[in-house]
């Protein structure tokens, strides 16, 4: 967890985007695809997934939960 909030503490950074990327998008495509039983759909959700935390003020607070825990709420209110 402490990593991933170093990398969003340094999010305009095209590298740390990467990180996060692939460290969290397989399990979030796995939710997505789970759900829609659409891969094309579970791309796109697991991706503006991915997107929020740029979009919007994140509304994950560390020591609440995982990050990767709030990603998969994202997907999952998404859909």
Same mark, same amino acid.
């Given at each position: 967890?402490? /990593? /991933?909030?170093?990398?969003?503490?340094?999010? #305009?950074?095209?590298?740390?985007?990467?990180?996060? #990327?692939? %460290?969290?998008?397989?399990?979030?495509?796995? =939710?997505?695809? %789970? =759900? *829609?039983? /659409?891969?094309?759909?579970?791309?796109? =959700? @697991? +991706?503006? @997934?991915? !997107?929020?935390?740029?979009?919007?003020?994140? @509304?994950? +607070?560390?020591?609440? *939960?995982? !990050?990767?825990?709030?990603?998969?709420?994202?997907?999952?209110?998404?859909?």
């Amino acid at each position: 967890m402490a /990593d /991933d909030v170093a990398l969003l503490a340094r999010v #305009a950074g095209p590298r740390s985007c990467h990180l996060l #990327a692939e %460290r969290h998008a397989p399990q979030l495509h796995r =939710i997505a695809w %789970r =759900i *829609t039983g /659409d891969m094309h759909e579970a791309e796109d =959700i @697991s +991706q503006e @997934s991915l !997107l929020r935390p740029w979009d919007q003020p994140p @509304s994950w +607070q560390e020591g609440r *939960t995982s !990050l990767a825990a709030w990603l998969c709420r994202v997907a999952v209110n998404r859909h």
